[in-house]
């Protein structure tokens, strides 16, 4: 692995993804991978989960999956600043999960009213059609702000 970490975060050339898309680039894998691991004393590449820190070497690389940082769920692009390589059984115990402060602080009210604003003046301008989804959240976050 390089002895500085100069272009470690630097989003892969080749490999390009879709801010929208479901799946992360199947090579985003090996470049993390590679980038992020530290070579043991016999010189072999090994990875550490950022979660559980377990050590996998690169013939376990099907272990570990790329995970959105920010839940895709939740609104969290395909993008590599928002990708991470962890294990499976981290990804599966992680799913959509947000810690709990970022959860009480999007609770409160304020961002949902941040989404309904911006999906009104999206409405507005023509950008958005009024589904009978939209139509729903908007007429909820109305009905919210006169109680």
Known sequence: MPENIEG?????LFFTCHPLARQFP???????FRRSATRTFEGDLLYHC????????HTNIDFLQGDHIWPYALFGETSWVNYQLICGSCNSRKRDFLEAAVRNILGE????????????SAADAGRLSRTEMVTLLLVRDDIGQEG
Do not use: S, T
Not at 50 to 57: L, S
């Open 26 to 32: 199947i090579a985003w894998r090996d470049i993390r």
């Open 109 to 120: 009210g304020h961002f949902r009213k941040r989404v309904c604003e911006y999906l009104r």
């Open 50 to 57: 950022p979660i559980c820190e377990k050590g996998f070497d």
């Open 8 to 12: 470690v975060d630097e989003p892969p």
